[in-house]
């Protein structure tokens, strides 16, 4: 029986894929559930699973062609054995010492007891064939002398104090290239874009072309929340395995800054503005394919080790490509953090359909005016890029002012206040 590997549903909106690599071959066996094929999307890379057990009979998508939803990959014969190894034959045992061109005349093979190499060591004794292998002496030109024609330790060891021929003159390396026709052959590579970055892209443009973005900026004394996490860190590791992290307290701040200007968690749909009742916040990462946002649902209801436990699996499943449709769907805010990377200052773009982007910095050490002194303070730099067709500038002032006061006292947040 022979079974259709197909392409699965993809999520909402994605009717395509492209395909990536083949895990497996033709003749090659799988197992039911193994994946088989790569394929990439416009959001997530993803396996396809064996339908069933067998051998893969036959690829009827090559690598880098375009597959829509449903259409037949390849197939996998039930029970088959794979035909090359059914048509390969049994490896050849490498020559043996001194076999090679000597060994046969005028392209006939020696037989046993005419004084050919391979026939001279076949009558040898295990320990003579060992000193032999060893050593790896040519006996193609000895004569033995043991009883019966045989080969002895002594023809070896006389075989091997023999000097060693002088070997032929080393043959000097071409010349390299000269620099001007090196350089001219190394200035530019062509690669075609993945579907993922080509789709970055569209979503980037499109934001550019539909949103009327706008950034307001702030700063944050990351002095109070700092200490907190340093006072609590050894304990809230112990308790929850999990390392608290900023991102988890900017998540926090963001969901008490949401509540209090629900425009910001909105989106537009036509001429309707669509008010979202639940914070499902995106926490953009970077991986090698590009940039991804996946998303913790309802993080409003969720605990801080909750927060950073999701995150750094969602983080991990990013990077291993392992993220699925629904891991990146549905998110109404996106918080980014540049500083990671140690970008001080940047200007966030949106995420479509989302209205705005929070974007952290770099903490870095600067001196700021407290009251009527000059203090070394850690600062963050905060930016947040809204969609100014459904958030006044001032929604967006006091939004950001929101955060700040929440990250330089902590406290609120356990206090909700």
């Not at 010492?97 to 392209?107: F, K, N, S, T």
């Not at 330790?153 to 060693?164: G, L, T, Y």
């Not at 989302?354 to 001196?367: T, V």
């Not at 969609?387 to 006061?405: C, N, P, Q």
Request: glycine share 8%.
């Amino acid at each position: 029986m022979t079974a259709e590997i197909r392409v699965p549903t993809l999520g909402e909106s994605v009717t395509e894929a492209t395909v990536s690599k083949w895990l497996k071959q033709p003749g090659e066996a799988v197992e039911r559930d193994e994946p088989v094929v790569e394929l990439e999307t416009d959001k997530v890379t993803l396996e396809v699973p064996a339908p069933q057990a067998g051998v893969i009979a036959e690829i009827l998508a090559a690598e880098g062609s375009n597959v829509p939803v449903g259409a037949v990959l390849g197939t996998i014969a039930e029970g088959m054995v794979a035909a090359t190894a059914v048509a390969a034959p049994h490896p050849s045992p490498p020559p043996l010492p001194g076999e090679g061109a000597r060994g046969a005349i005028g392209g006939q093979a020696e037989a046993p007891g005419e004084g050919g190499g391979a026939a001279m060591l076949q009558r040898a004794g295990p320990a003579v064939r060992k000193l032999v292998a060893e050593n790896a002496v040519d006996i193609s030109a000895l004569t033995p002398t043991g009883p019966g024609g045989r080969l002895t330790k002594a023809d070896v060891i006389a075989a091997r104090e023999r000097p060693a021929p002088t070997p032929a003159p080393e043959i000097a390396p071409p010349a390299p290239r000269p620099p001007s026709e090196r350089q001219a052959i190394e200035r530019e590579t062509r690669v075609r874009m993945t579907r993922l970055r080509r789709r970055i892209a569209e979503r980037l443009k499109e934001a550019q072309q539909t949103a009327a973005m706008l950034t307001t900026f702030n700063e944050i004394d990351m002095s109070a929340t700092m200490a907190l996490r340093e006072r609590w860190r050894e304990t809230f590791e112990k308790k929850h395995g999990v390392r608290l992290g900023f991102m988890s307290i900017f998540v926090k701040a963001a969901i008490v800054a949401l509540k209090e200007f629900p425009a910001v968690n909105a989106e537009i749909d036509g001429d309707e503005i669509v008010y979202k009742n639940h914070y499902d916040i995106g926490v953009a990462v970077g991986t090698e394919q590009g940039l991804v946002v996946p998303v913790v649902r309802d993080a409003d209801a969720r605990s801080f080790a909750e927060i950073e436990k999701e995150i750094g699996a969602l983080g991990r499943k990013a990077r291993d490509g392992k993220l699925a449709i629904e891991d990146l769907s549905g998110g109404t805010f996106t918080i980014s953090n540049g500083g990671v990377y140690g970008s001080l200052l940047s200007t966030p773009i949106l995420n479509p359909p989302q209205s705005a982007i929070l974007g952290m910095h770099k903490i870095e050490r600067r001196p700021v005016a407290i009251g009527e002194k000059i203090e070394i303070r850690p600062m963050m730099y905060v930016a947040l890029t809204y969609d100014h067709r459904i958030i006044d500038g001032r929604e967006a002032v006091t939004f950001l002012v929101r955060i700040k006061e929440c990250v330089e006292d902590p406290w609120r947040l356990l206090f909700d206040i």
